[in-house]
Structures are given as structure tokens and as C-alpha cells.
RNA sequence: GGAGGGGUGGGUGAGCGGUCUAAGCCGCUAGUUUGGAGAACUGGUGUACCUUCGUGGUACCGCGGGUUCGAAUCCCGCCCCCUCCGCCA
């Protein structure tokens, strides 16, 4: 959520700046909305002074026994009027907000402005493997190895959900524990949260109100399945105080992620690419507003760490604007090679949501003794999430002879050294 | 799911229609005192919004409505916590 002093400020800075992320925004109707609100506010605000002056003489007259009929109807007047300016009052808020909880955050003034084609790469880490053999798509070798099985998950829930069996269960298991232990060894606190969570917490993480439609509802509950953990971890701390000293806060959480992708997918989706449920590893922080960005730079390098122990060659992008998600004012995405279809696939998004939730969820931290609580930053990364990072797996560390070389750290947990 | 009890400031806890500008205690903090510390005493100690930026105003006692000139206090709905019973891994 932008902050509407600064808006009301510069609107038409800030309406330049949303554009760059989503050509159609308007600002006109909030500040109209925003102006009205005001001189509400100082209406209503003076009657109730004269209000609760008057309260207060109506008890000090009957204690000295006079009569107070003509107060009481003067009175009773006032209150109807701040009651209908009241009114007015909330529906005006109200019509702010549901315009203002749309839009999105401010970009960052180093991200690159323009559409998701113009991406830029920052660096390339290991070699894009080359092997001198055909390699297979990832949905080929394992359901040919007997460790994915989407056609009995199929029968068991619907279409594109995964199933693994075997070393394929044991291999998901083994990517899950490797990282969660991974992050925590780097100092991020351990978290098993909640996988379902209601509203309010959607509404604070920013994927309500906006994208309900990619949520799983579960109605008689009011609650929503985990779409991803940044949702959770977001809510941490919301409505509280932290002190500066305790900053940054880093979490590591596991949790299952479900999301309904609804809408088409391509025949490029086919397999681990898009599914209605996956393992995820996420990393989130809670950071002071001067050292976030230098935050989001550990984040990225944790989130690779990942990547180097497991020796799967990756590359990192920053996202223009108009690929940013509603909260991010910056984003760098970690993206796999699957030499199977030829393309690199996003397994990480690392993001600086500076104040944008934190305004949302009221989560402030006090910079100093007796200063005026600011809103932290937040930062989350996946670290990573298991789906496309399996089918790198099965795709890069397939071997000429037809097997797939299990990374080495997992290989005592698994079990085997091959597949 | 049923019955009962309860949600008040950083903590504890009083208040049950009008000096609530929320008592008292604890904590924190500044000062006095002291060679220093402790103790004691004195003062300060929430958040947000509006502002003609004034020792100004408004709101907030779990959340949302209502009654009233006036609500922490009365009424209605919801959420959460605790105790007991039932069911269950």
C-alpha cells in the first residue's frame, strides 16, 4: 500500500512512476476522493470538540440542578450532524482504499523500466551444460525411472498435481531438508508455519484483494491454502513495534504451495513447470528502511548458495517493471537452464517490498529511543522451490549411459547416487 | 461441538454511564541525593490522524455495529484466549 501523504504530495510524480509498471493507472479519482476526505475530517472533527464540550456542561449543570432541555436539543443536533458527516466520512475512506489497495508499489530506481521481455542478466554462474546426446524432458525420465506419477495423482486429485514415488520422494524429501538446514546454518530462524491462513493475512502480504482468483478457498472455514509462505511470514509481526537492534529479522520456512493457476497453459508448462501444488523453501526478512537493499543483495546470494552446493548451473535477472508483482519495488530472479527444452526457468524471485507490506500489516520498528516508529522493509526469496528445481535435476545431471546423478550433498539422505 | 470464565497502556491490574485528561503497582527514562552504586524522592513515559503548527483538536480500552447530549462502562453480532466435557491424530 502506497503511503497517501506522499501521494497527496506529488500525485502526479507518483502517477509517472506507476505508469512505468502499469500504463493504464490514474491517480485523479483519489486525490479527488483523498481532498473530500480531508475537509470531512476537519468538519466532523470541530463538532465533535463542540459535542464533547457540550457533554461535559450537561453533567456540571445537573450536578448544580439546572435545567438542561435546551442544551440537550442543540446537542441532539450536532450529533445528527456528525453522525450523517460520518457516514460520508467512512464511505469516502472506504472508496480510497479499494482504489489505493490495487495499486502497485513504486519501483526502485534501479529497475529497468519496461515490458518482461526486457529483463536484464546480471551474471551467469557455472557453464550452460552441452552434452554431445539428446537429452530427455524431465516428465519423460522420471515417469521412465517410476518416480513420478502424475497420472495416479491425477486419479487420486486432478490434473497437475505431482506425485514422486521411490528415490523421487526421497530426492523431494532430501531437497526440502537440505535447504531448509541450509538457511537456517546462515542464521535464518526456522519456521513451521500454518498452511492455511485467513484474509486478513492475504490482505497484508498483498495477495488480497487483488489476485484472489489464484487462492484455493476452503468456504466453510473462510480460509485460504498457502500460496506461498511470503504470505505467512509477512504476518509474523504484524501490528507490533520491533526494536531497531533486532534488525534484520530473517525466517526460513517450509511449506507445500498451492495455487490454482487458472487460465491456459502451454504445452512448455507440461510436467514440473506449472502445478497446483509444490514444495517451497522461502526466506523472508524484516529490515530497517536504510540497509534493505543491502539486505536484498544477502538474499540473492543465499538463495544462489543453493544453487552452487547442488553445482547446477543458473543465472540471475532483474525484472523490468512491468514483471514486477503488486508489492515489489525490485526484483532479481534466479533461473535454471532445462537442457531438455532449451530455456532457463525461474526457481527463485528475491524481492525488496520496501514499506509496501509492512504499511499494510503495520509492522514498524523504532529507529532510535524516543523517535517516531517507521515501517520496516520486507524481503522474500525463495530458497528455493522444489518443482523446477527437480526438473533441473532430472534434465542437467542426466548422464550419457541413462541415468541421472543424484547432487552429491543429497546422496546420503536419498540414498542412492543415481536414479 | 457443548458449558462456564475472560480480552484495558511495555507488564500487572482497577474502573461497570459524566473531573477517564484510564487509578495503583512494576518496568523504562531524566533529575535530586551519593566518593560511586543501591535505596528513596520528584518529573516524564502509547499510537494514528487533522491542524489556522498553538502548553490546539479528533479517534483508539479485542473487532464491528447500536442506544445516549455523552460509552472502557449498557445492548447486539463477530474474533481470540483460558477451564471443564465430548470427539479425534
Known amino acids: 500500500m502506497l503511503d497517501i501523504h506522499r501521494l497527496r504530495e506529488d500525485p502526479q510524480g507518483i502517477?509517472?512512476?506507476l505508469r512505468t509498471?502499469?500504463?493504464?493507472?490514474?491517480?485523479g479519482e483519489i486525490v479527488k476522493l483523498d481532498k473530500r476526505r480531508l475537509e470531512l475530517i476537519r468538519e466532523v472533527e470541530a463538532l465533535k470538540a463542540e459535542r464533547n464540550?457540550?457533554?461535559q456542561m450537561v453533567g456540571q449543570y445537573k450536578k448544580e440542578g439546572k435545567d438542561t432541555s435546551q442544551l440537550l436539543s442543540s446537542l441532539a443536533a450536532v450529533s445528527a450532524r456528525i453522525d450523517s458527516l460520518d457516514d460520508e466520512l467512512r464511505e469516502t475512506a472506504a472508496r480510497i482504499d479499494r482504489l489505493l489497495v490495487v495499486l502497485p508499489n513504486l519501483p526502485h530506481h534501479s529497475v529497468p523500466v519496461g515490458v518482461k521481455e526486457e529483463k536484464v542478466i546480471l551474471r551467469t554462474a557455472g557453464e550452460r551444460p552441452n552434452p554431445d546426446f539428446t537429452v530427455k524432458h524431465h516428465l519423460e525420465v522420471g515417469e521412465e525411472k517410476g518416480i513420478l506419477d502424475f497420472r495416479r495423482a491425477a486419479m487420486i486429485a486432478g490434473t497437475r498435481f505431482p506425485m514422486y514415488v521411490g528415490l523421487g520422494a526421497r530426492l523431494e524429501m532430501a531437497l526440502i531438508q537440505f535447504m531448509f538446514f541450509h538457511h537456517a546454518a546462515n542464521g535464518y530462524t526456522p519456521v513451521f508455519p500454518p498452511f492455511l491462513a485467513n484474509a486478513e493475512s492475504f490482505y497484508v502480504s498483498s495477495q488480497l484483494p487483488k489476485f484472489a482468483d489464484d487462492l484455493y478457498l476452503i468456504e466453510k472455514d473462510n480460509l485460504y491454502l498457502n500460496p506461498t509462505a511470503e504470505?505467512?511470514?509477512a504476518n509474523l509481526h504484524r501490528g507490533e513495534i520491533l526494536n531497531a537492534?533486532?534488525?534484520?529479522?530473517d525466517y526460513?520456512?517450509?511449506?507445500?504451495?498451492?495455487?490454482?493457476?487458472?487460465g491456459t497453459y502451454g504445452e512448455e508448462e507440461r510436467g514440473l513447470i506449472r502445478v497446483h501444488q509444490f514444495n517451497k523453501v522461502e526466506m523472508f526478512k524484516f529490515a530497517a528502511a536504510d540497509t534493505s537493499y543491502e539486505e536484498l543483495d544477502r538474499l540473492i546470494a543465499d538463495a544462489?548458495?543453493?544453487?552452487?552446493?547442488?553445482?547446477?548451473?543458473?543465472?540471475?535477472?532483474?525484472?523490468?517493471?512491468?514483471?514486477?508483482?503488486?508489492?515489489?519495488?525490485?526484483t532479481v530472479d534466479i533461473e535454471v537452464y532445462l537442457p531438455g527444452q532449451g530455456r532457463y526457468y525461474e526457481v527463485s524471485s528475491c524481492s525488496n517490498c520496501e514499506d509496501f507490506q509492512a504499511r499494510r500489516g503495520k509492522i514498524r520498528y523504532r529507529p532510535g529511543p524516543g523517535e517516531k516508529p517507521l515501517h520496516v522493509h520486507t524481503l522474500n526469496g525463495s530458497g528455493l522451490a522444489t518443482t523446477r528445481l527437480m526438473a533441473a535435476i532430472l534434465e542437467n545431471n542426466q548422464t550419457a549411459d541413462g541415468r541421472v546423478q543424484i547432487p552429491?550433498?543429497?546422496q546420503e539422505m536419498v540414498g542412492a547416487e543415481f536414479l
Open 15 to 17: 502517477e509517472q512512476q
Open 21 to 27: 509498471r502499469e500504463p493504464a493507472i490514474d491517480l
Open 53 to 55: 464540550e457540550g457533554s
Open 231 to 233: 504470505s505467512l511470514l
Open 245 to 249: 537492534e533486532d534488525l534484520p529479522k
Open 252 to 262: 526460513v520456512a517450509y511449506t507445500p504451495c498451492f495455487r490454482r493457476e487458472a
Open 304 to 330: 544462489e548458495g543453493v544453487l552452487q552446493v547442488l553445482g547446477i548451473h543458473y543465472r540471475v535477472a532483474l525484472l523490468p517493471t512491468e514483471d514486477l508483482a503488486q508489492q515489489a519495488a525490485k
Open 408 to 410: 552429491q550433498v543429497l
